[in-house]
């Protein structure tokens, strides 16, 4: 059982360029989550997913677009990175939305814009 | 959302129980009371979680003050693999539109578990 497998673990980008972070979760979870950390900090909601077909801002949402690709799999996309967007990102899942039970978080993706 | 109050950092000795705080004096009637712990350079991880009534799990102990205000995550007997941050947070589960009892995260507790 692997919980939440994100790809990749490390990333390093010249500003400017685009790219797709992954997640993908084996516990038929209905809610999908991205988030990010930056150094020293709390966790902060970009993009959400409360059920297959829906995607909805978070806190944080600006230079990002994702894509929940079945129930499965969610996507974050950087159309043109920028230094700003350099941390650490978390995907997670959930039973459902509105659920009482806990999320379950992936391991991140370290991303490096230069 | 209603917000959490922890204190930034805690230290505790290895094998002696630890008591992390949390206020939550705007809570309402349908937030939980969720608990995630983060190791250094790992992602979070669910601890434990309550509404009213205390509650237990192999990882900790969760007590809930009568007027749900603050709570107390419990650790029984502190390892060095329990240093790490401890979030508090409270989330709503009533689901309607607009609420989908999203986590959201505050600083959290440092917690240093000394040898």
């Known amino acids: 059982n692997a919980g939440v497998t994100q790809t990749p673990k490390f990333q390093v980008l010249k500003t400017g360029q685009s790219m797709t972070l992954q997640c993908a979760q084996d516990?038929?979870?209905?809610?999908m989550y991205w988030y990010r950390q930056d150094p020293g900090m709390g966790l902060r909601l970009i993009y959400y997913s409360a059920s297959e077909g829906t995607t909805d801002k978070g806190e944080v949402p600006n230079g990002y677009n994702v894509s929940r690709l079945n129930k499965r799999e969610f996507s974050l996309r950087l159309e043109s990175a920028a230094p700003s967007q350099t941390s650490v990102y978390f995907c997670?899942?959930?039973?459902?939305?509105?659920?009482?039970?806990?999320?379950?978080f992936g391991s991140g993706t370290r991303l490096t814009v230069v | 959302d209603a917000k959490t109050t922890q204190p930034n950092s805690m230290e505790s000795n290895e094998e002696e129980p630890v008591h992390l705080p949390c206020n939550h004096s705007?809570?309402?009637?349908?937030?939980?009371i969720h608990w995630y712990r983060q190791l250094p350079s790992q992602g979070p991880e669910y601890v434990i979680h309550?509404?009213?009534s205390n509650v237990n799990n192999r990882m900790a102990s969760l007590a809930i003050a009568e007027d749900r205000k603050s709570s107390t995550l419990i650790l029984h007997r502190a390892t060095l693999r329990d240093a790490a941050v401890y979030y508090c947070i409270l989330r709503d589960v009533a689901f309607y539109s607009g609420n989908t009892g999203k986590l959201i995260f505050g600083q959290g507790t440092t917690l240093q578990v000394k040898p």
């Open positions: 997670a899942s959930s039973v459902r939305a509105g659920a009482n039970y806990g999320y379950t």
């Open positions: 516990m038929n979870h209905n809610s």
């Open positions: 309550g509404l009213t």
């Open positions: 705007t809570i309402s009637g349908t937030d939980y």
